[in-house]
């Protein structure tokens, strides 16, 4: 089954598909343009996991982390299908990453992995915008580079993670106005779904609506204001974002120090 | 010294950690903490800052994220983890965002503050600031939030509040608000120019060097003047075991 949430005539509603685009929770079959989408659970904790595909590690020149490179979101940064995300006019390299989004169903304390995938409550595509501009070598990589206001997106659907099946075996790719530029496969991740489940549950608890963002595969490119990036992961959905210029407004930019 | 305005906070109320109680926080705001904000932190490190791993000083704010597992209130027990003998009580002041604030300037930063409150920044110590740390930071129970919310009209010397820990009744660290690389009003301007403080969401200003480290049994209280005051006890995790 697949589920969703959208905002319609200033109201929250759950969704399921419908040929036409979506049916609402009250019965009104709507396209999905009609629409505001949230993210189709309300998240939690959102962890990141960077450098988890071999190929991507390589292409920043790092080495693939022996232990999970985990951070967290602020809540602001998380947006829906069809978001429009800024774009910083000064940044010279932001860009997209294709990720599988693992929502937790139920609490998790000292899971093992063998019984992690129990855990989960179901599946998202999502979309970590990075602009490497911003980071700094201090808690990296950083909120500012990675915690930016709607540059998190998440959706359209969660699908159920018994009828997905195995997550380590699915194929991920972004589009770029219509022309893939990223392509892997999630049995390239170091570190599976389960085995971050047991990781993570190792030191903290989990709770249902948490939200692991599991890493991207090797081909993230620039992207400018203007582009449609559109990620998207076989069986589980298609994610659409749009990017607009940084509104100018009068601002107050952050003082450098010492 | 002021008057100390305990009230409900006026935020949506959660459940949280072992029992249910009142935080000053709900489930979809978010706490973000502050490395490296005290001079006195960027002095100890010194050159270590411009070389490997980090290259240069930090720029922008170092921040983190304390998450809801973190969230304990007044009297809640703190699990010390199995893996560590000791964690730091770190004292800070942390101000509760009233209004959303996005590239705000320092001059009108305060505007958005609802309120004042102390929270301890439980931490795993740690001297390596490259990689995020949710190991030393993340744990469950390590950050106890007071209960009382002052009134940022109450306090009239911001940047110079006395802040204490006391471990067992003793009185064993005093800390200031002062010496900050970034008073709160600069801080929370710098926070909002990277992304959108929401109201209800808190910042932690920062915890000075010198945290007092805590042991299992221990009952640890942090305390900023005579506004507000949190005391919980350290208790021994249990051992971890494998849920099937």
Known sequence: MRRGRVLYQDRMHAAVPDPVGLKLDDGRVLRETDVVWLPPVEPR?????????????????????????????????????????????????????????????????????????AYVAGYTVANDYAVRDYLENYYRPNLRAKSRDGATLLGPWLIDGQELGDPQDLELRTLVNGHVTQRGHTRDMIHGVAQLIAYLSSFMTLSPGDVILTGTPAGVVNVAAGDEVVTEIDGIGRLSNFLVAEHSSASHKVNGHG | MARIRSRSWGIEIVACAARSMSLPIAGRNTVYGVALNYKSTLLSLGCSLSAKPYWAPPSAPVLYIKPPNTWIGPGDPIPLPTDVAAVQAGVTLAAVIGRDMCRVRPESALMHVEGFTVVNDVTVPHSDYFRPAIQNRCRDGFCPIAAQLIDPEQITALDALEMRVRVNGELVCVQSTCGLVRPVANLLADVSALFTLAAGDIVLIGSAPGAPLVRAGD????EIEEFARLENPVIAEPAARLSP
């Open chain 2, 219 to 222: 009952r640890v209280a942090v």
């Open chain 1, 45 to 117: 904790t959102v962890f990141a996991v960077g450098l988890n595909y071999s190929d991507h590690a390589k292409e920043l020149a790092f080495k693939p982390q022996s232990e999970p490179l985990v951070f967290l979101k602020g809540q602001r940064s998380l947006a829906g299908h069809r978001a429009s995300t800024e774009r910083p006019i000064d940044a010279a390299f932001m860009h997209y990453e294709c990720e599988l989004a693992v929502i937790i169903g139920h609490t998790a304390r000292n899971v093992a992995a063998a019984h992690a995938l």
